[in-house]
């Protein structure tokens, strides 16, 4: 019987080849996209899931209170790590750990920048995906030994087996002589913790003497509890730990489950707001939406074409066929198109992966070894089979014998409504998909091109180690003989967001209420003329000024703001123990993403605790100026290989994941427009099938070309405007949702409807017209006669 309907089915796709080619390539494409965007879903799902025991760990996580706002961080004290494992008996491990760092590591006449970081023993085991080489439990243990992870080690000695081996490395002014203690596998790439080094933290406490405040917060702090301890029941209770140790302490503290953090984690004045899962949940939507237009497409078709099959049905009844088994013979044939479809999607996997890989940032493949994958693959067959073909199979079914032999030329109102039901519906997604995207797009535009209150252009950053740290002054001479050098500075800032801000400010009239986070920003002479800071008033850093670096700083004007509220002409103020005269102010400039307000920040002259140095070139010759920049830095510091970036592309990774959500939901919606236009196509062949007769009567009478497309577009063109005005209110209520996010955004502007309308309207009638227009030019003789 299977074997019965499945010829049959494919006697059919013959016999109706444009629906068959419509219905195979709409659903290849639906299918398409929606193992690509599942393959997207589940590397973000994934996310931190395959640590060993990942129920079992959490981060620390403070809230920080100043004034009225509220400031989340995973910043901890130095210290934190230790004090909870020695005085909380739930804890198992615990581990503090730095940010990553970039050093030079030789060995031999390999000379190599690792990324990696300062960590406590515990993180290992904590982070446990397996060791290569070396014991665990001795790992991190003495403050000359250093771990490496199996691509670290391959980079570096280009095998593995390397326990017992000498390294040389060197970081800043200081080079150290290290053992490799042991080596372990590399962590997923669905891990947020990636590095290629370990090194020991007591070795880096020892050296950062303000890690042992509490009042200090820097390095991140991660957990194992024991198991059976209820982790949200101690996260209530470690509210006070960092106040009860510091009662001048404004920090909150809580422990969130690692395995939530990467999606979930993220606090606005201290309240949790949807993260990335709210990416995740909006193609994971789009997903389903591209492929429910593929299955209505095909569920279109399938009942404008029901009336050619309805004396089919008459017959197959006549001669003893039940509904069951005229179910199964339209299910079948949506199933083994959907099939076709589904081999036709995996190659276009296979070939567009790569593509969609460097779009999203990840590595993803495709599991074909994997039971789950075949499961997910013939579950999404059947899901879009049966959806596909459900309407009309149990319509057709449905067919009395008697109607059916009556007539044959009409469809039901019941079918044409749910024709154009669904045909709206369509474009209903079209049109939200496209608004959206133009609000996403100008939003990033915006953005992007905004006056930032600083010069990115031109502007080049070089990290300072070795030599260039200890004899800037004699760099930045050689660099300023250049003609094509405009300038040059250095400063412990990298204007990519915080790094190091402090509370402790105070003037004198200060209002509690007016407490803020102050960023502070260490920086050599020259700096706002390289970074092109513009002063609102008073005057920069002065080499003929002695107290400049002492007893001088300069505000940006929130700072400068927020101090006059409560003192107005106010000329000094306090930072820690020691007093600073507000030597100028500098107009706001972002140094964050416009998601947030520009913060308050203090620029003080400290060249010393400087390590990145900036350049300023005047000149479109750019790969001249930086062989130059190359040569001057090697021939002072050959030791370490020469390094640089442009200031305007490290500011375009603040928006990173904001530009593929740009990029992913611009070519979704095309791919969207493209299926429902097929589904047009598919149904404006069919009217036109369906008039032949009166279009041939009108052009016998003298009919226009104009008014024979206005016979068969005029439908279209109602349903695709109702469409339109549906899917603009609710594109505008989901955009002005989105938009509230950022601090710093566009307005929802009127023309984004009306250039959204027209695409859509433009698209659906080139391809409606086409249609038209071949019936309109076909020879009305012989459609009169033919009927």
Known sequence: MIKNYFKIALRGFAKHKLTFFINLFGLSLGLWAAILIGLWVNSELSTNKDI???????????????????????????VLAESMKE???????????????????????????????????????????????????????????????????????????????DVEIKGGTETENFIVQGVVKDFPSNSTMKFDFVLPYALYFAENEWLAEWGNNG?????????????????????????????????????????????????????????????????????????????????NLSTAKSQKRAKEVGVRKVAGANKQSLVYQFLSESLLITFFAAVIAILLVEATLPIFNDLTGKEMSVSYGSLLFWGQLFGIIIFTGFIAGSYPAFYLSATKVVSVFRSVTKAGKGVVMARKGLVLFQFILATILIVSTLVVYQ????????????????????????????????????????????????SSFGFMGRSSNTGGVSWEGKDPENAALFEIIRVDYDFLKTAGLELAQGREFDRLSGSDSTAGAILNQTAYDLMQKDHEGLEFFRIWDGE?????????????????????????????????????????????????????????????????????????????????????????????????????????AHIAEQKTKEIGIRKVLGASTFSILQVINKEFIFIVSISIFIGSGVAFWLMQDWLDGYQYKIKFEWWFIPLAALTIMGVALITVTFQSLKAAHSNPVKAIKSE
């Not at 005085?87 to 503090?96: F, H, P």
């Not at 993403?593 to 005047?618: C, H």
């Open 87 to 165: 005085t909380l008996a739930e804890v198992e491990l615990a581990a503090t750990y730095t940010w990553i760092e970039k050093l030079l590591f030789v060995q031999k006449d390999k000379r190599i920048k690792l990324e990696g970081i300062f960590a406590m023993p515990d993180l290992l085991k904590i982070y446990d995906y397996g060791v290569i080489q070396g014991d665990l439990n001795h790992m991190l243990t003495e403050n000359n030994h250093v771990v490496l992870t199996e691509s670290g080690a391959i980079s570096l000695f280009g095998r593995t087996d390397v326990v017992g081996e």
């Open 219 to 299: 390095p991140r702090t991660v957990i194992r509890l024991r198991e059976g301890v209820d982790g949200a029941a101690f996260s209530a209770g470690m509210e006070n730990y960092i106040k009860e140790r510091n009662e001048e302490s404004n920090v909150r503290l809580f422990a969130y489950p690692l395995a939530d953090l990467y999606l979930h984690g993220q606090w606005k004045d201290g309240q949790p707001v949807e993260g990335r899962i709210k990416n995740v949940k909006l193609f994971a939507m789009i997903g389903l939406f591209v492929l429910i237009i593929a299955c209505i497409n095909f569920m």
């Open 52 to 78: 060993p025991q990942v129920e079992r760990i959490y981060q620390m996580i403070e809230h920080q209170t100043y004034g009225s706002d509220i400031f989340t961080f995973p910043s901890t004290p130095g």
């Open 443 to 490: 939003q990033i535009s915006f953005a992007m091109n905004q006056d930032l209150g600083y010069s990115k252009d031109q502007l080049i950053q070089i990290p300072l180690e070795g030599k260039l740290m200890e004899s800037f002054d004699v760099f930045k001479s050689e660099l300023e003989k250049n003609e094509n050098i405009e300038s040059v500075s250095r």
């Open 580 to 684: 600073r005269a507000i030597t100028g102010v500098v107009k706001d400039f972002h140094f964050e993403s416009f998601r947030q307000n520009v913060a308050p920040a203090i620029i003080m002259l400290d060249p010393e605790n400087t390590w990145q140095g900036y350049v300023k070139v005047n000149t479109d010759n750019i790969q001249e100026t930086i062989a130059y920049l190359e040569k001057t830095a090697t021939n002072l510091n050959p030791e370490f290989p020469f390094e640089y970036s442009f200031m305007d592309e490290n500011y375009a990774r603040l928006y990173r994941e904001d530009v593929r959500l740009r990029d992913l939901a611009q070519y979704f919606s095309i791919l969207t427009i493209l299926i429902s236009c097929l589904g047009l196509l598919g149904l404006s």
